[in-house]
């Protein structure tokens, strides 16, 4: 990348003996003059490099009569139409990617014997159609990428005549049928991507190991097994074969692959019993999730000693008993701890303080029973605090310093036996709450030896756990609703000016409401319901123009409810049970003297602030509203942008 912008020069045009043209990564356009009268006039080119230049037109069928080309790159140019299918049969082309097109349609050839390809990628493109049996006459082939195609049919046998391969991804597609044994000639290949097809049967047959095979992915494949040939592979780092109805125990021989960096394969499957004592063993391990599966009896001790070489430790959603182990050693480098869902009890570790790295710790619904864990406020990257639904009691008191927890965003301690009134103290602290930064496209994940493992999470909302694949980084949130709070809403939270959820729901709460909540445009999403808050509803709340939930139900307010923006849209039961309040919705009228007010007049917003996600909560709202973090590893994109960055597209520019 040279930091070259605007329209390549037609003065390029006249350049009619130039064989190397390579201008990728760069942002430029390439439209007036085109690719058509790019290709008509250098007819000598060996190397066409354009990748990340706007050229949004189709692919001229004159590209077929460049005979010396050897290396064509137009990955993310904004191809349109059918890819002409002569251009897979030019004499001399070696490296071939028009990935990331995802307007381009296509075919694969019949090839012929005598082909140079050595590296083909079409990922993230709609072609379709079968993978022709003539795929395997490829000889010299090294890459071939289709993820994230089209691609329907069977995989072929001849596939393992490319001996020389060593990167096959064909995940994402529609691919059906056996997995053919003769992939276990391929003893160079180094990366297997064949997730989330429709594949039936196993690998229950196959006995050959593939001796340099680092990634492995089998994502949803309908596997039903776990394949016995893993057992030797000696060079596997990374291995994902989640959501495949795997059942009985993790087998202990697998606990002995030393080479593993990365273990998702065991999350949304069937397994049961213990885990074994031997997953120590894997003393390379930076990722453990085995999540939503039925494993069951206490946490092997051991865990908390392997947090100093592992990032993420997600066991969310299985039957683990017993205390969570107090092991966590100096020096831990977990960044996720979620044993969220589980039958542990006792209390929280103090040795998580350790883990200074932590960056989201669940343990919702865990049986827990514990007082509020402010030790934990020393953690200075600790983001979200997921404590909900479990014995957590007793009043929280003030913070020793004025420095804990200073960059937690997301705070849900719903549905516990706290007491005394809301910590304002806390609420001093946190900082990362107070500034607001609309960054759509960021998202919190945690950034592994291998690939990032970005966090999702649902949100329960009337009884429906909707799931949010990605949180945006700049999402704050807090519930501490369904406990014992009581007093008034304190005027600081007016100063959290970067919240998006504030639900203090159910619980017994006094006074009014404060006119400092007004002070939080970026609120979407307010629950007050089901306390005994008294006094009127303040008309500046109508200024918050993203405000798409608001529930003041159950409560002893009185006078006229606020009316313009946002209020408009809210119906009566966001205002049910309080017997003084009047006007639109509600039926009651308001006498004279209490006349709706309209409200104040101020900028109006022009969207919301996070279009991605948070609009779902409007659908079947009710008087709750309760936040969680579910800890997934949804992969797809980042983890082949990892291998390709780590493995593959050294000469593509």
């Known amino acids: 990348m040279s930091g070259f912008t605007g329209q390549i020069p037609a003065e390029i045009l006249e350049l009619s003996d130039l064989v190397s043209l390579a201008l990728g990564l760069n942002p430029l356009k390439l439209q007036n003059p085109g690719l058509q009268h790019l290709v008509e006039a250098l007819t000598n080119l060996e190397v066409l490099h354009l990748s990340g230049v706007n050229i949004s037109a189709k692919i001229p069928q004159i590209m077929t009569n460049l005979s010396s080309l050897s290396s064509l790159s137009l990955r993310d140019c904004g191809l349109q139409g059918e890819f002409p299918m002569g251009i897979f049969q030019l004499p001399n082309l070696r490296i071939f990617s ?32 079968h993978l022709p049996e003539s795929l395997g006459n490829l000889k010299s082939l090294k890459e071939f990428h289709v993820a994230k195609c089209y691609f329907s049919g069977v995989v072929p046998s001849s596939l393992g005549n490319l001996t020389q391969l060593f990167g096959l991804f064909l995940s994402d597609n529609k691919l059906h049928g056996a997995i053919p044994e003769s992939i276990y000639r391929l003893q160079n290949l180094e ?39 893993l057992r030797d592979q000696n060079q596997l780092e990374i291995l994902e074969i989640g959501d495949n109805k795997l059942e009985g125990h993790i087998p202990k021989w697998f606990m002995n692959m030393s080479t593993i960096t990365l273990v998702a394969l065991f999350s949304n499957n069937k397994f049961n019993g213990e885990i074994p004592e031997v997953i ?23 865990l908390g000693n392997k947090s100093n070489t592992a990032s993420v430790l997600n066991l969310r959603n299985n039957s683990f008993s017993g205390d969570i182990p107090e092991t966590f050693t100096s020096g831990c480098s977990l960044r996720v701890v979620d044993l969220s869902q589980n039958k542990l009890e006792g209390k929280i570790p103090k040795s998580l303080a350790n883990c200074t790295k932590l960056e989201i710790l669940n343990l919702e619904q865990t049986n827990i029973n514990d007082v509020f864990p402010s030790w934990l406020g020393v953690l200075p990257d600790l983001k979200v605090l997921i404590l909900r639904s479990n014995g957590l009691h007793g009043v929280i008191g003030k913070p020793e310093t004025n420095v804990e927890f200073p960059r937690l965003q997301i705070v849900d301690l719903s549905n516990n036996s706290f007491k005394g009134k809301l910590p304002l103290e806390y609420f001093r602290n946190w900082t990362a709450m107070k500034n607001v930064h609309n960054e759509p496209l960021i998202y919190m994940q945690a950034d592994t030896m291998t690939n990032p493992y970005p966090y999702s999470m649902t949100m329960t909302n009337k009884g429906v756990m909707i799931l949010y694949e990605k949180i945006q980084d700049s999402l704050t949130a807090i519930d501490l609703s369904s406990n014992g709070f009581e007093g008034g809403i304190p005027e600081v939270l007016g100063d959290l000016k970067a919240l998006h959820l504030l639900n203090l729901s159910n ?52 006078g006229s409810i606020p009316r313009g923006n946002q209020f408009g849209a809210f119906d009566n039961t966001s205002f049910d049970a309080n017997s003084g309040l009047c006007g639109e919705p509600l039926s009651k009228k308001c006498r004279n003297g209490e006349d709706p007010l309209p409200a104040p007049k101020e900028d109006e917003g022009s969207g919301y602030p996070l279009e991605f996600g948070w609009k779902v909560v409007v659908i079947g709202y009710a008087t709750g509203l309760l936040i969680g973090v579910i800890l997934g590893c949804v992969m797809n994109t980042r983890k082949y942008e990892w291998v390709v960055k780590n493995y593959f597209a050294r000469w593509e520019k």
């Open 98 to 129: 028009i990935r990331y097109n995802p307007y381009l349609t296509g075919y694969l050839p019949e090839f012929q014997s005598g082909s140079k390809l050595e590296t083909l990628m079409l990922t993230g493109t709609k072609f379709s159609g």
């Open 191 to 229: 990366i297997l991507d064949l997730s989330n097809n429709f594949f039936s049967g196993s690998f229950h047959n196959a006995t050959f190991p593939l001796p340099k095979l680092q990634l492995l992915s089998l994502e949803g494949c309908n596997l039903g097994e776990l394949p016995s040939f």
């Open 280 to 302: 120590c063993n894997l003393t390379s391990l930076s990722v453990l999730d085995l999540s939503n599966n039925n494993l069951s009896g206490k946490l092997p001790p051991c």
């Open 507 to 558: 619980n017994f709460l006094s006074g009014r409401i404060p006119l400092s909540l007004s002070n939080l445009k970026e609120l979407e999403a307010l629950d007050l319901s089901q306390n005994k808050l008294s006094g009127e509803i303040p008309v500046q709340l109508a200024q918050l123009t993203f405000l798409e939930i608001f529930n003041v139900s159950h409560n002893f307010l009185s």
